[in-house]
């Protein structure tokens, strides 16, 4: 199976502490995004890339929040100092240029963050 | 600005029942409209989408969903349910640009 994959799917941390996220999109997927999701929300929007650039940020992506994507192909998140507040999924999801508006996204499994 | 929502947390419906799951979207443009379900512990799997032309679009799993501008709603409907179908519902509009705006998701129970 060649989907999105994330890892870890699972990560408790102090407050305090960073923690940083991978993601490996669909391989031929030039667009990648990442997503929070609190518990009985559903996702919201944080980031996406087209190859290494990365073209919009939310509001919601604070200063302690960074994301790369240094060759185009997979991606990280990295959260710096956490707080309790950032205790989330984190979903990325990827897609193929060309679609425009019409591209279908393909999520991950998320990584589930607990901050103590 | 830009919202969904799902004004119901969660529904209950007998295995093999109809189900209907309601979604009411605010965009000024034209809305490209995504039904999407979670399982626990999972991703999200899309289930369909609609962009332009018919406003009745079927999916995967038996699903279908039914768009009217005139009520900027974008319902999801199965005329039977599955035990299996059991899960977290998420209805979505894409924006202008790449952003993918989610509702709140309804949470579906299916009893035996």
């Known amino acids: 199976d060649t989907g999105v994959s994330q890892n870890p799917r699972h990560k408790i941390t102090k407050r305090g502490q960073n923690v940083t996220f991978r993601c490996d999109p669909i391989?031929?997927?030039?667009?990648l995004y990442w997503y929070r999701q609190t518990l009985g929300q559903g996702p919201e929007f944080l980031t996406y890339?087209?190859?290494?650039?990365?073209?919009?940020k939310s509001r919601l992506l604070s200063d302690r929040f960074s994301a790369e994507r240094p060759k185009g192909s997979f991606s990280t998140l990295e959260i710096q100092r956490t707080e309790q507040g950032d205790s989330a999924m984190y979903l990325c999801?990827?897609?193929?240029?060309?679609?425009?508006?019409?591209?279908?996204?393909?999520f991950g499994p998320g990584t589930r963050l607990l901050v103590l | 600005a830009q919202s969904v929502t799902q004004p119901d947390i969660h529904i209950t419906v007998s295995e093999g029942a109809s189900l209907e799951l309601r979604c009411n979207y605010s965009y000024g443009a034209t809305p490209y409209l995504f039904w999407y379900v979670q399982s626990p512990g999972q991703g999200l799997q899309l289930l369909l989408k609609y962009f332009s032309g018919d406003t009745l679009v079927q999916g995967i799993k038996g699903f279908e969903a039914e768009f009217k501008r005139s009520q900027s709603s974008f319902n999801l409907r199965k005329p039977s349910v599955h035990w299996s179908d059991a899960a977290e519902y998420f209805c979505a509009v894409r924006t202008g640009g790449f952003k993918t705006i989610f509702g709140a998701g309804t949470r579906l129970f299916v009893k035996a």
């Open positions: 999801a990827s897609s193929l240029a060309g679609g425009g508006r019409q591209e279908t996204q393909y």
């Open positions: 890339f087209q190859n290494e650039a990365q073209l919009e």
């Open positions: 391989s031929e997927h030039n667009r």
